[in-house]
């Protein structure tokens, strides 16, 4: 397999134009990331980089690529409403809604990591105590798609490299030239 260098670990944009490349066969791969955990890489992009066109030769020349829902059973008595928080791998509780009618919540676009849920039922006179906090759910963080390069082929080392966004604080972007680590 290839050997990959890491170009760049903190992108924080869904595109990034890369200069000075030398003639030979790139790869390009990118995969999601928020500060604990990095998802799965996306495709990979492969584009061929050509010298660049040379002076006329002079004497003897050689030639030179998470969604899901959460329900939980309602306690007896009138309920008007559930206070629903979260914690992102094992982090402090944060309020997700406050005023939650009804005993489940859809969750979508969570980036990658472990998460945990706790509720409790309020009434108009106060809420009571919070649930046990739910199972851990791991949400694995998505690959990027749509990773391509252009131009391609690049007659002078220039190329933008660019991916589909998805849910995710950073992405990382990875390079290797004709199958072997540089830098």
């Not at 992009?45 to 030179?64: F, L």
């Not at 559930?82 to 979508?108: C, F, H, I, P, Q």
């Not at 995710?168 to 990875?174: D, G, H, N, Q, S």
Request: aromatic letters at 8%.
């Amino acid at each position: 397999g290839a050997s990959w260098v890491v170009l760049n670990a903190n992108l924080g944009t869904t595109s990034t134009s890369l200069t000075g490349k030398l003639a030979g066969s790139y790869l390009y791969r990118v995969q999601a990331c928020n500060n604990t955990y990095c998802g799965d890489y996306g495709l990979i992009a492969r584009v061929e980089v050509t010298p660049g066109t040379p002076g006329a030769p002079a004497g003897a020349v050689s030639p030179n690529v998470g969604n899901f829902s959460l329900t939980w059973t309602p306690p007896s008595g009138a309920i008007s409403g559930y206070t629903l928080d979260e914690s992102l791998n094992g982090g402090a509780w944060n309020t997700l809604d406050s005023n939650l009618v009804g005993a489940s919540r859809t969750l979508t676009g969570k980036a990658g990591g472990n998460y945990s849920y706790r509720v409790k039922a309020c009434t108009a006179g106060g809420c009571g105590a919070y649930s046990a906090a739910s199972s851990s759910i791991q949400v694995i963080m998505a690959s990027p798609s749509g990773v391509g390069v252009t131009p391609n082929p690049s007659t002078d080392g220039t190329v933008l490299v660019v991916w589909n966004s998805v849910a995710a604080e950073y992405y990382r972007l990875t390079v290797t030239k004709d199958g072997q680590p540089f830098g």
